[in-house]
């Protein structure tokens, strides 16, 4: 089993900066990737950023340029750097594992509000 805790959410204004946490814990073998998905409240949850073991990351088009998804294994920790946030950022940021197997793991979430 493997538990993923997200932190560093909260409110900021309009072309702000947010680092937000992933720490997991457990069983750390037969990574796929990990990746960090949103979901604004009465929308659907969509991908924002993945990464997988070996360090290749991808980006939907509405953050590209502006987010940073990395990772440091040694902490066992995923990272999503959001830099130019802007109001439709606004959401529940959750992180996600995907195993090899194709089981995954979900956080909790954690609220970004971006408003002035």
């Known amino acids: 089993q493997v538990q993923l805790v997200e932190s560093g959410g909260g409110l900021v204004q309009p072309g702000g900066s947010l680092r937000l946490s992933c720490a997991a814990s457990g069983n750390m073998f037969s990574i796929l990737f990990m990746a960090w998905y949103r979901q604004a409240p009465g929308k659907q949850r969509e991908l924002v950023a993945t990464?997988?073991?070996?360090?290749?990351?991808n980006y939907a088009d509405s953050v590209k340029g502006r987010f940073t998804i990395s990772r440091d294994n040694a902490k066992n920790t995923v990272y999503l750097q959001m830099n130019s946030l802007k109001p439709e950022d606004t959401a529940v940021y959750y992180c996600?594992?995907?195993?090899?197997?194709?089981?995954?793991?979900w956080g909790q979430g954690t609220q970004v509000t971006v408003s002035s």
């Open positions: 990464i997988t073991n070996g360090g290749v990351s």
């Open positions: 996600n594992l995907r195993r090899s197997i194709g089981t995954n793991y």
